[in-house]
């Protein structure tokens, strides 16, 4: 399920001191991707994403943050992520996840390993959010957050400090827009939390691209994916392809 990926472990102490690792999968040649997963884990449908992106003539890199790979773990990949509260703060507002922290050197280390000027990040439901605090570091040149969820349970609050709001909305300023997207009516990520990015990012012009698609699914690029020609989400993953391919190329 995970073949023809190159395993590596990252370790940063960047969470405040004491080392983090993680295992890392890299596959593909050419401009950079981070995919981060979301909380079902990196099933099939992650790994047909991968798929894709790669085909698209991207290197992929997905970090191996909690649960199985190759098949989906709902309950069981919350209570992990419910336990690992060094990493996750699932209900805090106004202040991402100390995990955020490690992903920002993962991405700093993938920009000086593989010699490309930045990378691009997805972050996807419970790591969507973390996609748009990741623009505030100068490694990251593109984002893409799909059903941003977190902070669990307070859809009108964002999961980022105000000085990530600053630094991200000064990056995307120099970059230009990010691409969010969620389902009109996905209960996990609602148009609250839309209502509340427009709110800390698009006062004066438009930092991130805001995209509703129909339907009461929620996971847009995996799970809940459709590809057929014509689906929003094919269409989704057209523009997502091209934006990196603009950003990153």
């Keep these: 399920m995970i073949q023809g990926y190159e395993k590596s472990q990252f370790s940063s102490d960047a969470m405040g001191g004491k080392p983090a690792q993680f295992d890392v999968y890299t596959k593909g040649k050419g401009p950079v991707i981070v995919l981060i997963q979301e909380l079902p884990g990196i099933g099939m ?14 290197t992929v890199i997905m970090p191996h943050l909690f649960g199985p790979i190759g098949r989906l ?8 992520v419910f336990c690992m509260r060094r990493e996750f703060s699932l209900f805090a507002k106004n202040r991402s996840s100390p995990i955020v922290n490690w992903l920002k050197a993962l991405c700093q280390h993938t920009r000086e390993k593989h010699g490309v000027p930045g990378v691009g990040v997805i972050g996807m439901c419970l790591t969507g959010n973390f996609a748009i605090s990741l623009m505030a ?8 957050a799909s059903q941003p969820s977190m902070p669990l349970f307070s859809q009108g609050a964002l999961h980022m400090s105000e000085d ?4 991200a909305s000064g990056r995307l300023d120099e970059h230009g827009p990010m691409l969010c997207y969620r389902f009109e009516d996905d209960m996990l990520c609602t148009a609250k939390k839309f209502d509340a990015l427009d709110k800390a990012f698009n006062k004066d012009s438009e930092r991130i691209s805001l995209r509703t698609m129909p339907g009461n699914k929620h996971s847009v690029l995996t799970v809940h994916f459709v590809d057929e020609e014509g689906s929003p989400t094919h269409e989704a ?4 392809i091209g ?4 950003k990153l190329k």
């Design 73 to 80: 773990s709902f309950v069981g990949n919350f209570v992990r």
């Design 243 to 246: 934006y990196f391919g603009e």
């Design 45 to 58: 449908e992650t790994l047909r994403l991968a798929d894709k992106l790669e085909a698209a003539g991207f």
């Design 137 to 144: 570091d100068d490694s990251v040149l593109a984002g893409v």
């Design 164 to 167: 990530e709001i600053t630094l």
């Design 237 to 240: 993953l057209q523009d997502i």
